[in-house]
């Protein structure tokens, strides 16, 4: 079958450095997306990776290693608008995207 | 219109009843989907479609059905609701299949 797997809720401070973890077993693999979803609204597109490596936007970074079935999204200088949930979600070998249950993002002052 | 709307934003239905959930672009994107979404779960595709004048079943197609007869519309058909599809429903757009998919603000709906 196929999985992936995020924390369910994370914590974090204002003003902080946040990680979120994603692991991923899927049947082929196409590109890794990052979505926020702030609660009762859309996701919204944050980031893609395809390739092995770091992708920057502003503060919000993306990391992917297709070795070891995994990514995380780090959260730079965390502002309490940032209290989202945050999901991980991969392309499989069929071109539909995999959905992980989300992370939910607390920012405490 | 600008972007993907949804209609109608929530819904309270009869169990039996048939609903149809409509969803309308105006990126002039090809693919289309319909998701739900449930507490603990992760977005589940329901049904897509690739271009118009073509559609495709998802994880859960079950008790649901979808038509594409134009580039801009994707309605999704209740043909006679259960409880157990209650959820918050997204349509979401993107110009190919493998391409970003942008979502429309959702339909809660409750059937009872």
């Known amino acids: 079958g196929q999985n992936i797997d995020q924390p369910t809720e994370m914590t974090a401070t204002e003003g902080a450095i946040v990680q979120i973890n994603c692991t991923y077993q899927?049947?082929?693999?196409?590109?890794l997306f990052w979505y926020q979803q702030h609660a009762g609204e859309a996701p919204t597109f944050l980031s893609y990776?395809?390739l092995d490596g770091l992708e920057e936007k502003g503060r919000f970074s993306s990391f992917l290693s297709r070795s070891k079935g995994y990514s995380y999204l780090l959260l730079k200088e965390l502002q309490m608008k940032d209290s989202a949930s945050y999901l991980c979600?991969?392309?499989?070998?069929?071109?539909?995207?995999?959905w992980g249950a989300g992370t939910k993002l607390i920012i405490k002052p | 219109i600008a972007g993907i709307t949804q209609a109608p934003t929530s819904q309270i239905l009869a169990a039996g009843r048939r609903m149809t959930l409509r969803c309308t672009q105006d990126?002039?994107?090809?693919?289309m989907y319909w998701y739900r979404q449930d507490l603990g779960l992760g977005l589940r595709l329901i049904h897509y479609?690739?271009?118009?004048?073509?559609?495709g079943k998802g994880e859960v197609p079950d008790g649901y059905s979808v038509s594409r007869a134009n580039t801009d519309d994707f309605p999704l058909t209740l043909a006679s609701a259960v409880p157990s599809q209650t959820s918050v429903y997204f349509c979401?757009?993107?110009?190919?299949?493998?391409?970003?998919?942008?979502f429309g603000p959702g339909t809660r709906l409750t059937v009872l």
């Open positions: 990126m002039r994107h090809n693919a």
């Open positions: 479609s690739n271009t118009a004048g073509t559609t």
């Open positions: 979401a757009s993107s110009t190919k299949n493998t391409d970003t998919q942008y």
């Open positions: 990776n395809v």
């Open positions: 979600a991969v392309l499989d070998s069929n071109y539909q995207l995999i």
């Open positions: 899927t049947s082929g693999f196409n590109g």
